[in-house]
């Protein structure tokens, strides 16, 4: 596709308008030293509150904190802590922001920046500034960077009242919070009277990165006792919560507890969309990252969990009122799983304690299409690999609800391209278990794992024997180092003959990987995407934003099929104001809104065909021979290629659409530089996907994102493997 001039065109465009933007400023705060009286902002006469600080800047601006133990503030500054919770329905001052809005004013919050010119609250130098907490409510577009968050639930007063109870370092929400100290809601019981107010998702906390922060508890007033235990203490809660969210990036932590004696998970997000959890160190804690409540496309990706004692991605168990968004299609309203499409690649998993309490390191509560690939777990196995077990298990339905509640079913799950270095310890012979009543499990999908356990045997009982999975291997990888205080160092420090085992590489970055199915029968080309070939097929993961690889607000959905005679596409693009205006093959669609595929079947070959198609369902098929070196636009087209768009809405800009939906089946005799058509089970060819947004605003995202404005860059393909697993048709 030529550059991305357009959106040069459009910015000059708007100049010649008289459209300007003011530019970004930086105010400075001191909780403890600054003087709101004097401030003026500057470095040398900072702000002493964090809410007269808010009052002074807007979207795209910047609030440094000075350097400093911001818990000396106290009791009345919060012991320093940053609570970004006011909504228009609370006292407000003349100052502070006040959002234009006709809805109710407590679901209106009023920290809402724009979500791609975010407000940054950063520490003067990493870890610089020490803090109680830091708290989200119904906020929005906030980049927060480079704190020592310190949660202390154990303050008292004079009379020895806890002051600080039930903490959690990072917190936000929006809705109902099950916790009594962030609870807004109190008639929350479903069908509750604030359902149809408060589910508004455009108004929920959204668009928040965390990166570069220390956030940990150390032992309680008491110590870490042989007497203290952690799950009878009631105040200790996550040390990052996310409830009833969307994109939300949490980047190059640290997350620790004393030893152990974390009473929840590091990271738990109920509810929450479109997370990505990316290069933190979790150590000490009790499980790592927890996807529930219905939540979709949570990403956990090279983090490094150290001796925790609990699972290192898993699901949990929710409150079935946190289910109530509207988004089933029954009256019941909640979810059918806890979590979908989450996927946890390249992490590492150690214990450097064998035998003293980790359990099973991935637990699956009740998941739809959760992917786990090219992970390395070492020192666990004593409870088995994996548990799958059951979600909500309180069966209290609605009123006018008849069927149950309960979560029971895993359908879809992939356990692929893992080592798992077996403790020596094992006391278990299931290494994939199942637990609890009724639990259904379908579609399990497991193969191309290690098992090495000293060169004994690996266990053979469970729910299914990994000894006789596709690809199995009980190699020794030679795993040497892995030391460090954080993400960087840590892995800087960790070696294997395996390392990279199943990942595609540019200088050491990993590149997403697709594992493709077969399809039974040819596919119905129609654009509708009903057809149970593409329910049984997990998407290929996130999308995200091309030039710089963050996480996008465009909810873009793609799969990949093949049979004996086409290779098969399906895009899914949530869009409220679907334009285009092309009718023509061939004309330069990429000026408009779409999606694209770009396949590469040879790498040893410059040769890839692109493909692209609108929402009016024209279609640009292209033959190139190398970068950028395409045959004639009308001298190549696909005889035999199919396509199909199908779309919920209009395709003329204007607001009230929903989404539009696009199949491709692209004949594989068209793709000469294959070294077997059909694709071998194993085959591996290259590709990538992207979608073009251009209304209300210019948005480009990307599978593997070409980190230019280009989509052109063959060594930034992701990878795709063909594989022997089948999908039925209907």
């Known amino acids: 596709m030529p550059s991305r001039l357009i959106q040069l065109i459009v910015i000059t465009f708007a100049v010649g308008l008289g459209y300007s933007s003011a530019g970004a400023k930086t105010v400075y705060l001191h909780v403890v030293e600054g003087n709101d009286n004097t401030a003026d902002g500057t470095y040398s006469h900072p702000y002493k509150s964090w809410r007269a600080a808010l009052r002074n800047v807007s979207s795209g601006d910047t609030i440094i904190a000075k350097n400093g133990d911001y818990r000396k503030a106290g009791r009345e500054g919060k012991w320093g802590g940053l609570d970004l919770a006011l909504t228009l329905a609370d006292p407000l001052d003349k100052g502070d922001p006040h959002p234009n809005s006709s809805g109710r004013p407590d679901t209106i919050g009023i920290y809402r920046y724009d979500a791609d010119k975010p407000l940054t609250i950063r520490a003067e130098s990493k870890h610089g500034v020490v803090l109680d907490h830091i708290r989200f409510h119904l906020a929005s577009g906030i980049v927060i960077d480079g704190f020592d968050i310190y949660p202390n639930p154990y303050y008292r007063d004079e009379s020895g009242k806890k002051l600080n109870s039930r903490r959690d370092g990072i917190h936000g929400d929006s809705v109902y919070e099950p916790e009594d100290a962030f609870n807004r809601v109190k008639t929350n019981d479903p069908p509750g009277g604030h359902t149809s107010a408060w589910y508004d998702r455009s108004l929920w906390t959204s668009y928040i990165t965390i990166r570069n922060c220390k956030v940990h508890y150390e032992c309680p007033p008491s110590g870490c006792t042989s007497t203290f235990d952690p799950l009878q203490d009631d105040d200790r809660l996550y040390l990052i919560k996310f409830n009833q969210a969307h994109h939300i990036t949490i980047e190059d932590n640290e997350l620790f507890d004393g030893k152990n004696y974390q009473r929840k998970p590091a990271i738990d997000l109920p509810c929450s969309d479109d997370v990505v959890v990316r290069r933190n160190l979790i150590r000490n804690c009790h499980r790592g990252v927890v996807s529930k409540g219905g939540g979709k496309r949570v990403l956990i990706e090279s983090n490094v969990f150290v001796d925790n004692s609990g699972a290192a991605f898993s699901g949990g168990s929710t409150d079935p009122d946190l289910f109530i968004d509207g988004q089933q299609g029954d009256p019941c309203s909640f979810a059918r799983y806890e979590s979908y499409d989450m996927t946890a690649r390249n992490n590492v998993v150690i214990s450097t304690r064998p035998g003293e309490r980790p359990v099973e390191p991935i637990a699956i509560w009740a998941a739809k299409n959760a992917v786990i690939e090219n992970n390395t777990f070492v020192g666990t196995g004593e409870r088995g690999v994996l548990l799958i077990r ?184 949530v869009d409220t104001n679907i334009w285009a205006t092309m009718k023509q093959r061939d004309e330069h669609l990429w000026l408009e ?111 593997s994102p070409t980190l230019q404005d280009d989509f052109h860059v063959l060594p930034r393909l992701g990878e795709i493997v063909f594989t022997d697993r089948q999908v039925p048709k209907h």
């Open 390 to 573: 059951p979600g909500n298990e309180v069966d209290s339905p609605a009123k006018g609800c008849a069927r149950s509640v309960r979560l029971t079913e895993t359908d879809g799950l992939r356990l692929q391209h893992n080592i798992f270095v077996l403790s020596g310890v094992v006391d278990e012979t299931m290494l994939y278990q199942v637990s609890g009543q009724g639990v259904k499990v379908t579609a399990f999908d497991h193969r191309n794992n290690t098992f090495f356990n000293g060169g004994r045997d690996i266990p053979v009982g469970g729910l299914a024997d990994p000894n006789r999975e596709p690809g199995f291997s009980n190699k020794n990888p030679k795993l040497v180092g892995g030391t460090g205080t954080d993400y960087k160092t840590w892995m800087a420090t960790a070696q294997s003959e395996l390392t990279g085992k199943g990942v595609s590489q540019v200088d050491g970055e990993q590149l997403p990987k697709y594992e493709v199915a077969r399809v039974r029968e040819a596919l119905n080309i129609d654009g509708q995407l009903n057809e149970r070939a593409w329910a049984d097929t997990p998407p290929v993961g996130a999308f995200l934003n091309n030039r710089d690889g963050s996480p996008s607000k465009l909810i873009t959905e793609a799969r990949v099929l093949y049979d004996d005679k086409y290779i098969y596409f399906a895009f899914r693009a």
């Open 593 to 703: 809104e779409v999606v694209e595929v770009f396949l590469q079947a040879n790498q040893a070959i410059p040769n890839y065909i692109e493909l692209e198609v609108n929402p009016l369902g024209t279609m640009l098929d292209i033959y190139l021979l190398d970068t950028r070196k395409p045959l004639h636009y009308e001298s190549w087209n696909s005889e035999k290629l199919r396509w199909a768009v199908h779309v919920e809405g209009t395709v003329d800009g204007k607001d009230g659409d929903r989404e539009w939906t696009c199949e491709i089946a692209l004949p594989l005799e068209d793709i000469v530089t294959a070294p077997h058509l059909p694709p071998l089970p194993g085959d591996r060819w290259r590709m990538n996907l992207f979608r073009v947004e251009r209304l209300p605003e210019v948005g480009e995202v990307a599978w």
